[in-house]
């Protein structure tokens, strides 16, 4: 099992930043990917942004240009770097790794999930 902590969430003015971060533990060997997705009232959850092991990112048109998506591979966190917020990026931020399970395959693992509120 991995289990994935989030910090970092909270309540900013729209134009502002904020900064998450997410730390794998246990069974953290064959993660591949780590990233965040993020889920709106009423709205389907989406993917933000993830980062490769190689290093390889991909950001939703939503958020290019406004949001880096970081790792640290050594302490096993990702890290989402939010900037020039607006309202529209309100919603519950979770964090998610995937990884390479021998015979099953690939195994997606979520964090709990924590709350960016942006007010105009």
């Known amino acids: 099992q991995v289990q994935l902590v989030e910090s970092g969430g909270g309540l900013v003015q729209s134009g502002g930043s904020l900064r998450l971060s997410c730390a794998a533990s246990?069974?953290?060997?064959?993660?591949?990917?780590m990233g965040w997705y993020r889920q709106a009232p009423g709205k389907q959850r989406e993917l933000v942004a993830f980062?490769?092991?190689?290093?390889?990112?991909n950001y939703a048109d939503a958020v290019k240009g406004r949001f880096t998506i970081s790792r640290d591979n050594a302490k096993n966190t990702v890290y989402l770097q939010m900037n020039s917020l607006i309202p529209e990026d309100t919603a519950v931020y979770y964090c998610y790794a995937a990884k390479l399970v021998p015979i099953v395959g690939d195994v997606n693992y979520w964090g709990q999930g924590t709350q960016v509120t942006v007010s105009s």
């Open positions: 980062s490769t092991r190689g290093g390889r990112t």
């Open positions: 246990g069974s953290i060997s064959g993660i591949y990917k």
